[in-house]
């Protein structure tokens, strides 16, 4: 870990439903039976124990296989978390189809959101009231959606309708191919597009992953990311610990952001300097679209020095 002993945790337990019914998404409209939806929730009060029993700072993004915020236990998680001091950040991948009453009991100083828009699940102006709601309460948050030629359109209205300080991503869609002129519309919404456009080479760079972050399932499992089996320990009893170190990766390529993002030579961490894990980058209108169109992205890292990338306010 680092000399401060930050760690990064990327958890996802047994969840695996949603309430929503995407085309694009293996989960659409999965129901969870009784039982699984118990083991989700007694993983995830070990989970948020475990953390509040550390003594080193943590920041923690849920990435659950379907939607988590319509479980009372994770807008629990979220809630408890935020409240501890030693957390900088708790964040989760969402669709934002939850209430938003329960924010007002978090510390809203560590707490945060990655929602996604699905324009085929939900009306647009009920998904921009949620949004205003967020900016409302001062949640930080990023705004995203999935690079399809349908929601080309609606991407482009919620660009002109988000306050301009919220950053609206585009995710390239899986298996789809952006021809240049598709791309530079893609990139006018969001102009960091040119990072999930391609997969990126990733086979034998230093990555932060399996160092400083881990990847954590309900059994408490560690891997250095979602995507690499390998096992590093346990989180429970402690085993992961000495695995901890720089490591190259052993991927061909890594083509998601929440991998990707702790790429080393992509220079993300500064780019999403205080907001790495929600993806909230620290100037969104300010960045190039141009250079990262052609996979330019040397330089982007030098902004400002902006020192640790995970500060607790
Ligand atoms: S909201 Fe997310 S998890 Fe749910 S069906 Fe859509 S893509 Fe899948
Ligand atoms: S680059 Fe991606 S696939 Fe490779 S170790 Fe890092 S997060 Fe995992």
């Not at 030693?86 to 707490?111: F, K, M, P, Y």
């Not at 699940?121 to 900016?135: I, P, T």
């Not at 960045?287 to 030098?302: A, I, K, N």
């Amino acid at each position: 870990m680092t000399a401060a002993g930050h760690l990064s945790i990327l958890y996802r337990g047994p969840l695996s439903s949603c309430d929503y019914d995407c085309a694009y998404c293996p989960f659409a409209k999965r129901r969870d039976d009784p039982d699984r939806l118990r083991a989700d929730r007694a993983a995830l009060e070990r989970f948020t124990t475990w953390v509040a029993e550390q003594d080193h700072p943590i920041s923690v993004l849920f990435t659950p296989w379907g939607e988590g915020l319509v479980r009372s236990w994770y807008r629990e998680a979220m809630i408890g978390l935020s409240r501890l001091g030693h957390v900088r950040t708790v964040a989760i991948q969402t669709n934002l189809s939850c209430r938003t009453g329960w924010l007002a009991e978090a510390d809203l100083g560590s707490l945060a959101l990655w929602c996604t828009y699905h324009p085929s699940q939900v009306a647009y102006d009920r998904f921009l009231a949620k949004c205003r709601e967020l900016d409302r309460l001062g949640v930080r948050h990023s705004v995203g959606i999935v690079g399809h030629p349908d929601h080309l359109d609606p991407a482009r209205r919620l660009r002109a309708d988000l306050p301009e300080p919220t950053y609206l991503w585009v995710n390239a869609e899986e298996g789809r191919s952006y021809t240049d002129a598709e791309a530079a519309e893609w990139t006018a919404i969001d102009p960091l597009f040119g990072y999930s456009r391609r997969p990126h080479l990733s086979a034998g760079l230093p990555c932060r992953t399996g160092e400083t972050v881990i990847s954590v399932n309900g059994d408490g499992t560690v891997r250095r990311c979602h995507f690499i089996p390998t096992e590093l320990g346990n989180l429970y009893d402690g085993s992961f610990r000495e695995a901890l170190r720089p490591r190259p990766c052993p991927a061909a390529a890594c083509d998601c952001h929440i991998g990707y993002v702790h790429l080393e030579p992509l220079g993300l961490y500064d780019v999403f300097a205080g907001g790495i894990l929600e993806r909230v980058p620290v100037r969104p209108a300010d960045f190039p679209g141009s250079g990262l169109l052609l996979g330019t992205v040397v330089g982007l890292g030098d902004a400002e020095g902006p020192g640790d990338p995970f500060p607790r306010p």
